[in-house]
């Protein structure tokens, strides 16, 4: 489902990750099978929020699918933002039909639509925001 643009911008988070662990706008989770990447999620804390992190990637090999694993990966994200005080998860998404199942799968995991930019990635192509709240003013851990 994803464009060769937006597989390149998986490999420039990654690539920049890796290269430069210090940074805390990105983190990434993967699970592999067989030697090979199966499922992949990015998340990082939204600029200038308190609290609040965007959920920017959760891909999951169509040959993987049904298996819990991309329920899996955002069961960790939830859990590593709110280890560190994180008290919201917004994602952003398509509203083609394409997109369905990804609607639907945040949906099941307790996110709603709370947004809606008309004709945002193109005519006829809104943007649709979800957020789950995880904690009311969740303080970090020590």
């Not at 390149?8 to 990434?28: A, C, F, I, N, W």
């Not at 694993?69 to 933002?81: H, P, Q, R």
Request: contains cysteine; glycine residues 10%.
């Amino acid at each position: 489902m994803f464009t060769s643009e937006e597989v390149g911008v998986v490999k420039e988070l990654v690539e920049s990750e890796l290269e430069h662990p210090q940074q805390r706008d990105y983190r990434s989770l993967v699970t592999d099978a067989d030697g090979h990447i199966v499922g992949f999620t990015c998340y990082g804390p939204t600029p200038l929020t308190d609290g609040t992190y965007d959920l920017y990637w959760v891909f999951v090999d169509p040959s993987y699918q049904g298996r819990s694993i991309g329920a899996i990966l955002l069961s960790e994200v939830e859990k590593a933002v709110r280890q560190v005080g994180g008290r919201m998860l917004l994602v952003d998404t398509s509203s083609t039909r394409s997109y369905l199942p990804a609607r639907r799968f945040y949906r099941n995991h307790g996110f709603r639509r709370v947004g809606k930019v008309k004709d945002f990635y193109r005519v006829g192509d809104s943007l649709f925001i979800y957020a789950k709240q995880l904690a009311d003013g969740a303080q970090p851990r020590s």
